[in-house]
């Protein structure tokens, strides 16, 4: 019988994070969770919402009780917003969140944060100059279980780390903007962006990128797989596709035991852990959608700033730079252009 047991989350809990104001910027899918997840848990305060449209603002404030606007400028002006949320498609996150910053507003960006390296690389030394805080909102970093995971990870309860396993394809079907190269389509920054920020935050920067990446008729990428190689020896092997639904799993190997995420990995949920003896240690965590889990990040974000840091500890921007520096190189690879290039 091995020694191993789960330590416990070191999440503070949301409810007692100091309340901000939050501002939406784009009123879409994901932001209409992101504010249902706050209105059920913790204690931040949804204010405003911004649209490129005057009657859409006011078609998504009204239920809701928000201060509505009909340009992201007029939002990151409203004085009654301390943080802008911004949860417009991939290719308007650096215009949206430098128009924030630019008003002194704090800015949460949609992972992920920019559509290449150069972008978010833009956004942190905008926010720098600024002295606002600027993070990703790649939502699996302030999860609980990712908690755990870390502590798992870090603390070497797995022994020297040689890899790790992920996959994560959906069906997006033809209506969804993933099927449109003027915003930056494909599933690599939709779903494959999880596999990278978690497999360059387990294992760090990769000095070996292969990608393989297969088109669809109108040109726009419809799966694609990396094979990265550590400094070490480690090795990643990442898979995504927006063409099916897979287990959307991940696993990091270690020498004494593996730690696999329930699938979809990047939601909240259990952990299995396999010990070299081939014990099975489970940790039932509930299995949660994006309402359930969309407010940790921003409690994260009020603790920062109460803490008077202008990033978060769970997910620094050098962090979203790395993933997005990988995720370049595989574009290179696969002949994966985006708009602008
Ligand atoms: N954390 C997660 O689990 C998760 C899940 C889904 C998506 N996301 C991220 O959230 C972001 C938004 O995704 P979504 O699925 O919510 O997007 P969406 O519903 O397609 O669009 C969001 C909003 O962006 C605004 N917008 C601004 N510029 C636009 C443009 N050029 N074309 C179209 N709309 C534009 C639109 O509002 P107006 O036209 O009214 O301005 C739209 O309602 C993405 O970066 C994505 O990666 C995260």
């Known amino acids: 019988m091995s020694a191993f047991a789960f ?5 503070p809990d949301p409810a007692e994070a100091p309340s901000l ?73 650096l215009e949206v969140a430098l128009a924030a910053i630019a008003a002194g507003k704090h800015v949460l960006v949609e992972k992920p944060i920019g ?36 502590q798992l990870i870090r603390g070497g309860h797995l022994g020297g780390l040689t890899a790790v396993v992920g996959d994560y394809g959906e069906y997006l079907p033809p209506s969804h903007r993933a099927h ?32 393989l990446g297969t088109a669809l008729a109108n040109g726009v990428n419809g799966q694609l ?14 898979t995504t596709t927006m063409q099916g639904f897979t287990p959307a799993q991940l696993t990091a190997v270690g020498t004494e035991a593996s730690l696999t995420f329930d699938g979809p990995f990047n939601s909240p949920g259990g952990l299995t852990v396999r010990t070299s003896d081939g014990e099975v240690h489970r940790w039932d965590g509930m299995p949660g959608d994006h309402v359930a889990g969309l407010h940790f990040q921003a409690a994260a974000v009020a603790r920062a700033l109460e803490a008077g840091r202008t990033e978060v500890a769970e997910r620094p921007l050098e962090a979203s730079i790395r993933a997005l520096r990988v995720a370049d190189e595989l574009r290179r690879q696969a002949g994966i252009v985006f708009p602008g290039e």
């Open 7 to 11: 330590p416990a989350s070191r999440v």
């Open 21 to 93: 104001r939050w501002g939406i910027a784009g009123p879409g899918w994901i932001a209409e969770r992101f504010v249902e997840s706050l209105a059920r848990h913790g204690s931040q305060r949804v204010t405003a919402v911004g649209s490129r449209a005057a009657d859409r603002a006011a078609a998504f404030a009204a239920p809701r009780g928000l201060r509505a606007h009909g340009s992201y400028e007029a939002l990151a002006a409203d004085p009654e917003v301390d943080v802008v949320y911004v949860a417009t498609p991939h290719t308007a996150h």
């Open 115 to 150: 559509i290449s390296a150069a972008e978010a690389g833009k956004i942190a030394e905008a926010a720098r100059s600024a002295g606002v805080l600027a993070a990703e909102a790649l939502w699996t970093a302030f999860l609980p279980s990712y908690d755990i995971a870390r």
């Open 180 to 211: 449109d190269p003027e915003l930056a389509g494909g599933p690599l920054l939709d779903l494959g962006i999880y596999l990278l920020a978690l497999a360059t935050d387990i294992l760090g920067e990769p000095d070996r990128i292969l990608g």
């Open 225 to 238: 797989s990396a094979l990265l190689g550590f400094p070490g020896g480690a090795q990643a092997t990442l």
